[in-house]
């Protein structure tokens, strides 16, 4: 079974730092582009950072260049998106997917979300 399971949310204060973990099982993990999603009460889903499958390029948002950075590491098969500068606009549900073609996102494999809150 596919599996996606995100870590790492929390409850911040703007200004302040954290760090979302995405581990993966039952795919190829370095055949798949993968990234970050957000959906904030009242809104639609949006795209906030994505990695290619060899990670030689990333996506990202323009509301959040500058101050999150996305990474992948193959050998412990995991996601990560490191948050800084976290502004009350940030808080959402954030969700990793992952998707086959580096030219797309990412869209195949859906994990639960964690819940990121920011305090202003």
């Known amino acids: 079974d596919v599996q996606l399971q995100a870590s790492g949310g929390g409850l911040v204060q703007a200004g302040g730092s954290l760090r979302l973990s995405c581990v993966v099982s039952?795919?190829?993990?370095?055949?798949?582009?993968i990234g970050w999603f957000r959906q904030a009460p009242g809104r639609e889903r949006e795209r906030v950072s994505c990695?290619?499958?060899?990670?030689?390029?990333?996506y990202y948002a323009d509301a959040v260049k500058g101050r999150f950075t996305v990474s992948r590491d193959s050998t412990k098969k995991t996601l990560f998106l490191q948050m800084n500068s976290l502004k009350s606009e940030d808080t959402a549900v954030y969700y990793c997917?992952?998707?086959?073609?580096?030219?797309?996102?990412?869209?195949?494999?859906w994990g639960q979300g964690t819940q990121v809150t920011v305090s202003s």
């Open positions: 039952g795919f190829i993990f370095e055949d798949y582009t």
């Open positions: 997917a992952g998707g086959y073609s580096d030219y797309a996102p990412p869209n195949d494999y």
């Open positions: 990695i290619t499958s060899k990670g030689g390029s990333t």
